[in-house]
């Protein structure tokens, strides 16, 4: 008896048996082979599932097996190395295996669509259209660029003309007049070629070279290079070189924003198709660049997270820029690592990888300093840049307008009046973090998490930041209904009033997801203040990751503070990375650069160690102690969370898992808790957690393993869930 073994997009933690669908041949039914979808019946519901494999038997009688209902594919849509990342992942994150065959397939497949493979969507022109002259329609622009663009050539994608500015509607004008009609073509094959690299410094040269040293098959690589040290270059090269054997290339960035950048500078470089991948394509691109990637067309892949999971027919180099970045780890259901997985892809896919950052994870830089990775350093600046001076400002005693001291002020004018360019570091959006009442204290709080409401003024709304939760601005108090409604901290958009009104002469560029959250805002400007002309850039973190202004020689943290304290032991560390990050953005070019942080707590020992120390000698330190604590990366971290509609529901559900875990502990492992979480209610429903330290690798494994069993197998209350998270970022 044949069966099928499938992967199901269910919570359940296992696989599920099949017969073939009933009118499956015996010659499909031989070709059958892992990664094929398929869908079936479950429950009440149809569902589409991978399958994983065929076996002759299975442990349920052959009366409780229900065939298939449809073959959806005559060929496997997720490739070897793919599923075998998949079931790696799924092993090693303790998540059903359903659930990251799903995560691993664009909507278009999951919702068990077919395949496009063989053709693209195109417009070409009807046989009324090809009769018009050259220059036709002249009274309606767009019409004319496109039906212009159609005279020059027997069919265009879709895709090229809307990237050339030609709208649907515009088309679909064409179409209701007779003169273009839809159609499909065949992809284009591209050969990839390189232009000229820039010249490396030695640093460089050696760091490219070692790379290409140590061939063509598995390797993992880390770049440690300052900000500004050329890491962008090294990477396009040995990119070139990949292109140069007729191979792919994976490049992970950690935000959406960086994507168009990132795009524009390899498109500069390269004659080759490259597509980009993140959540914020419409599905449709999204599924066609995909179906690009996996049939070798396009011969460089850049994308977020999620695209670690892209098929990639010969897959030669994978690039994790800012490799140290949290935003790789997925914070919810599936809890992945895309780092990680990155250097795991490599391995299935025997070819090297390559991990960036000025500010390495320690992580990582634990994993160098073992000999598991190859460690490469680029300590200088390219060209004649020299790294910013940092320097601490005393704002104790001072006035302070909209976080904003008079000498910084004072600095700012000055820079702005020679002509250069200010970037003001502040990580918090909206006008004021808080609103309270002046007469009765009554505090502005979200209903459904444990946080403080932020106030937009522009939008006349209160709005949190954890949840998306958003009410008006109220106009009296809801309490005491008095009108003394004070705000208190000061957020980017109450920042840049203020410098609006101060330095009235110079633009002033808001960067935070309220400003930038439309398509292409952050690429549109990017272009206007790499023109050079004198402005402040006002930002959150979204200014600290990989961009790259020239024309900045002043940074300044407005508040400095707010970094210095954090109840996670990670704190210190990403303290570290992003006020590193954020200095690096000051005289990249060959103006000097300087950085000011304003703070009530200059003799802080984590703000004297940035002050004194290089990063790396910071790192180092860290790791030490780190490796007395028995920390991460020393130790092992995994954590078991509960949310509940009941507080009390998740932390009694812990403490029996706690209860039953130690009657046959795992050796080597340290559990504490469990306790609320940092944040207890988020959302309406009450978080509590569990956490193991494992000493080795092993031990953590074998305690992760244990604890899913055993959860799985406690009654629980309805309402409550639970997950687990292997190397949380976030504890």
Request: hydrophobic fraction near 40%; aromatic fraction near 4%; charged fraction near 20%.
């Amino acid at each position: 008896m044949t069966v099928l073994q499938l992967a199901l997009p269910t919570p359940l933690r296992r696989l599920f048996d099949y017969l073939p669908p009933a009118d499956l041949g015996s010659e499909q039914l031989a070709s059958l082979a892992p990664g094929q979808r398929l869908r079936v019946p479950f429950g009440r519901r149809e569902l589409v599932g991978v399958l994983v494999a065929v076996r002759d038997g299975s442990d349920l009688p052959a009366e409780q097996l229900k065939p298939a209902l449809a073959l959806l594919d005559s060929a496997p849509v997720l490739a070897p190395d793919i599923l075998r990342l998949c079931h790696w992942a799924a092993d090693y994150y303790q998540h059903p295996v359903g659930e990251v065959f799903a995560a691993a397939l664009p909507r278009h497949l999951r919702l068990g669509k077919a395949r496009e493979t063989g053709s693209i969507k195109a417009w070409q022109l009807s046989l009324r259209g090809k009769g018009l002259p050259a220059g036709a329609l002249a009274r309606s622009p767009k019409q004319a660029q496109a039906l212009a663009a159609l005279q020059g050539a027997a069919a265009v994608s879709a895709a090229d003309l809307q990237q050339a500015g030609i709208s649907t509607a515009v088309l679909r004008a064409l179409q209701d007049k007779g003169l273009i009609e839809r159609c499909l073509m065949a992809p284009a094959q591209h050969s990839a070629s390189a232009r000229a690299g820039l010249t490396l410094n030695e640093d460089q040269a050696a760091a490219l070279g070692n790379i290409a040293k140590s061939g063509h098959g598995f390797a993992c690589h880390l770049l440690e290079g300052v900000t500004g040290s050329g890491k962008t270059e090294v990477y396009l090269q040995l990119i070139a070189q990949c292109l140069q054997r007729a191979r792919q290339a994976l490049v992970l960035v950690p935000e959406i924003g960086l994507g168009p950048q990132t795009l524009a500078r390899f498109a500069a470089r390269f004659d080759a198709e490259i597509v980009v991948l993140h959540s914020g394509l419409a599905e449709g691109q999204r599924y066609r660049d995909w179906e690009a990637a996996a049939a070798g067309r396009a011969q460089i892949v850049i994308g977020t997270r999620s695209a670690i999971f892209t098929p990639l027919a010969r897959l030669g180099l994978v690039v994790v820029d800012e490799e140290h970045d949290a935003s790789y780890k997925q914070q919810d259901g599936f809890r992945y690592s895309a780092r990680d997985l990155a250097v795991k892809r490599a391995q299935l896919a025997d070819c090297p990888v390559v991990l960036g950052s000025a500010t390495p994870s320690l992580e990582s830089l634990h994993n160098a300093l073992e000999g598991r990775y190859q460690h490469h350093r680029l300590p200088r600046r390219a060209g004649s840049a020299q790294l910013p001076a940092l320097q601490a400002l005393d704002v104790r005693h001072l006035p302070l307008e909209a976080s904003l001291s008079e000498p910084l002020a004072a600095r700012i004018e000055a820079t702005l009046g020679s002509g250069q360019q200010v970037l003001l570091f502040l990580n918090r959006r909206g006008f004021a973090p808080s609103l309270q009442c002046h007469d009765c204290g009554w505090v502005a709080e979200c209903n459904a998490c444990d946080a403080r409401l932020t106030v937009h003024l522009r939008q006349r709304r209160l709005r949190c930041h954890h949840c998306e939760a958003s009410r008006p601005l109220p106009r009296a108090c809801p309490e005491c209904h008095s009108h003394q409604l004070l705000t208190s901290g000061v957020g980017t958009e109450q920042a840049e009033a203020h410098l609006r009104e101060r330095f009235a002469r110079w633009p002033v560029h808001r960067v935070d997801s309220d400003s930038m959250s439309n398509k292409g805002a952050m690429q549109t400007l990017s272009e206007e203040v790499n023109r050079g002309q004198p402005c402040i850039l006002l930002g959150t973190q979204m200014l600290t990751k990989g961009h790259h202004f020239p024309g900045v020689t002043l940074v300044a943290v407005l508040d400095a503070d707010g970094l210095l304290f954090s109840a996670d032991f990670r704190g210190e560390e990403r303290m570290a990375q992003l006020l590193t990050q954020v200095a690096g953005r000051a005289g990249r070019a060959d103006n000097p650069g300087t950085v000011i942080l304003q703070t009530h707590h200059p003799d802080h020992p984590a703000l004297q160690s940035l002050l004194q120390l290089s990063y790396a000698e910071q790192a180092r330190q860290l790791l030490q102690q780190r490796r007395e604590l028995g920390l991460p990366p020393s130790g092992h971290l995994l954590m078991l969370r509960t949310d509940a509609t009941n507080a009390e529901a998740g932390e009694q559900f812990l403490a029996t898992l706690r209860q039953a875990f130690e009657r046959a502990p795992v050796a080597q492992c340290q559990l504490i808790g469990p306790l609320p979480s940092p944040m207890p209610r988020r959302q309406g429903r009450y978080r509590s957690q569990l956490l193991v330290l494992a000493q080795v690798r092993p031990a953590a494994r074998a305690a992760a393993c244990r604890l899913v069993s055993l959860a799985e197998g406690l009654p629980r209350n309805s309402g409550l869930n639970w997950s687990i998270d292997v190397d949380p970022s976030e504890t």
